[in-house]
């Protein structure tokens, strides 16, 4: 039974004081639970986000600290990356007493519902949060090789009604809106694609993740937002943060172009050799 | 594989018709249980290691090269799912403990998934019933 008192939101935060989006989001699709606004101890407008967010916790970890436990693929001792804020958040949620929490970046301006009809793709965004995340973490709750959960991104539904997501339902991924609980630890590294390269080393080893199509987070253009993990992916581009997944998971991903007329690279899954298929119990001796 | 496979794709594919009928994320295994050498590709795992074995670094340096070699190791996790269903118990067993397939016992993954999809439809349509009103008014 999922109690959403141990439920938490915890918003990964870095000098964007004035452009803090998710909470309000949050708020705007009926969300009424706990919100933490996580940052490093090298922000340097932490104090800003204390007098602009007054009616959340703002939590302060360690970077130093974190560099020291956590495995960031390399020797740049780039601190500009997101995995230690990512891990610190089973931390601090169980710091607080919380079971289960959702981990979202700090610029989402819309969560609509996404549905069908007459073979259209629509959005509402009239979406009750609060049930929405209760439901997830009821179907997370079921097995404990379930590592995450997802919301979809817009970029999942490129070619509407067509796009993989629809059809399909559920794609083995998470990105941007990562459900967990505290007890079902997951392990972030590297540098760049952090994100990519826990799912996809995870689900190697048979940790599940999903992305239903139902609802969705929506964010500005990808770079298009000053702060967060902006410079770093202006600085080296997507085909250094290719390679750290490819560093994870050599047998199954590949270096890609991708896009439509403007293309970039990007990782390339063969989904046949990446993870271990979830068969019915029926077929067990 | 290649690390470079450069391939123009559309997002659409040949597909553009769209049903949202509920899909279980479990894989059916075939009927056929496929021949054991075609669950996996080894070949460039072997490549590594004749460079290894012939290279003039320690044994003990060898020995990690050996296993780190193995990442390259390709598995076709559906004929092993295909595989296990065909294999005995003591088989099944061991590639359950290697999680080379993950059991889904008492199908309580698909049927999660059933509950979580109705319940997101039920919202859906009340969200949908709540827009229409705002707009009424």
Redesign the interface.
Known sequence: MIDMDKFVVIVLCHCRPNDTTTPATLRSCNYTGDIILLLDDEDATIDEYRKNYPEYRIEVYSKDEAMKVYDSMDNLGDKRCAIYARNSCFDVAEKYGYKYFCQMDDDYTTIP?R??EN?K?YR?N???LD??FK??L??ME??E??GSVAFAEPGDF??G???NL?????LHKCMGSWMCFVSRRLRFQGTMNDDVNTYSLGGS??Q?F?T?P??MIDTPATQSVKGGMTEIYEGRGTYTKTFYT?MC????V????FG?RH?RIHH?F?W?????????????? | ????????K????D????S?A??T?????SKECPPIESLFDYEKYSKLLYNINNSSVSEEEKKFLRLAAS????????K??DY??H???EM?ELM?QS????????????N??V???S???Q??E???A??ES?SDD
């Open positions: 519902y549905y069908i073979d793709l509402n009239y979406s009750k049930e929405v439901a997830y009821e179907f079921i097995n090789n379930i490129v070619g009604v067509g796009s629809n059809k399909k339902q559920y080893r048979g599940l999903y239903f139902f609802i490819i998971c050599p047998s199954f590949s270096v890609d172009m439509d293309y390339k063969k046949q050799n990446a993870h271990p298929m979830l068969i019915s119990g029926d077929f067990k001796k | 594989m290649s690390l470079f496979e450069v391939d123009k559309t997002a659409m594919g597909d553009t018709k769209y949202r509920i899909r994320p479990q894989y059916v295994p990442r390259h190791i390709i598995f076709n996790y559906s092993i799912a296990y269903a294999a005995d118990k099944q359950e999680a080379l397939v993950i059991l889904d016992i008492d199908d309580a993954i698909a999660g998934y509950k979580l999809s319940k997101m439809k919202l859906v009340e969200s949908k709540l827009k705002i």
